[in-house]
């Protein structure tokens, strides 16, 4: 192991410092801010009022919430879905460009597209797409004979959240396509020629030689994927503001209005913990993979 001098490591700790003054100041003061908070009664809007200890009244209000439970519920079931869906379509589309065909640099360029858009942009595309009026789902639904009426896909709360989960889909799925496509082009193809050689049908030769080579970068990405997923906010609000009925209001959206729209600064930063110790397990289990991987 390579040891540094005295001096060198005193120069070393002297260049990083203030780094490590900024990390403190933008990152541990508002956590350490934050946990405090989620043991008072504080309001964003006081009026002079004194803030009091709770202790732990937020987090058991939280907890026993069905408001809260139900958001989390829905934030679980919107993150399960749509990272499964995107795993999948991630997969297929990856296999299918990785194939060799003309016109396959183009299509790579037009499948990563979605994901290069800004959540804003492809939610406000979505939420027009969508329009109960003049959207293009619709019109596209109608000719194909599979609705014959216009329907109101945001201000259903039976549909409302599929929506979401859908324009959410169409956006993040490139990044497991681009991820699963990496890994595929590091096989070897006279694997796959020996294979087909030794009459190994596809199936088999997916399983054999295909599988274990893309399954490390695909754990990876769905959890990463699990983790953003988990706390989706941007796409909500720009598309259904949490409604209707509350049917697309997730976790996110839930500590979002509890902090800013009724102002409860304290039961908010005890709700917004919760959710960080829920995304700091799924961390932690992206970390378990990436040393499953260096092993």
């Not at 490590?20 to 541990?28: C, G, I, N, P, R």
Request: charged share 15%; proline share 4%.
């Amino acid at each position: 192991m390579l040891t540094l001098p005295q001096r060198d490591r005193r120069k070393a700790w002297g260049l990083m410092l203030p780094m490590l003054l900024m990390m403190a100041l933008l990152t541990l003061y508002p956590l350490i801010r934050t946990v405090w908070l989620s043991f008072t009664d504080a309001a964003l809007i006081s009026n002079g009022a004194a803030i009091h200890w709770v202790g732990w009244e937020n987090y058991y209000f939280a907890i026993t919430d069905p408001d809260f439970q139900a958001a989390f519920g829905r934030s679980l079931w919107f993150t399960v879905l749509s990272v499964g869906i995107e795993g999948i379509i991630g997969v297929l589309v990856a296999l299918l460009l990785n194939q060799k065909f003309i016109g396959r640099t183009l299509l790579r360029i037009l499948v990563i597209l979605p994901w290069a858009l800004p959540t804003i942009v492809n939610a406000m595309m979505w939420r027009l797409n969508f329009n109960p009026d003049f959207g293009s789902i619709n019109a596209l639904l109608s000719q194909l004979g599979i609705i014959n009426h216009y329907q109101s896909w945001l201000g259903s709360p039976d549909r409302a959240l599929y929506s979401v989960m859908f324009a959410d889909i169409w956006k993040n799925y490139p990044l497991v396509t681009l991820m699963v496509l990496a890994a595929l082009q590091t096989i070897p193809e006279e694997l796959y020629e020996a294979a087909r050689i030794d009459g190994i049908k596809a199936w088999m030769r997916f399983k054999a030689i295909t599988l274990p080579a893309i399954l490390a970068p695909l754990c990876a990405v769905l959890v990463l994927r699990t983790i953003d997923a988990f706390k989706i906010f941007d796409i909500i609000y720009a598309m259904t503001r949490g409604g209707p009925l509350n049917s697309t209001k997730t976790v996110s959206f839930y500590v979002y209005q509890q902090s800013f729209t009724y102002l409860e600064a304290g039961s908010g930063a005890a709700y917004a913990l919760l959710m960080t110790l829920v995304c700091a397990v799924l961390i932690s289990l992206y970390l378990f993979i990436l040393r499953a991987q260096q092993r």
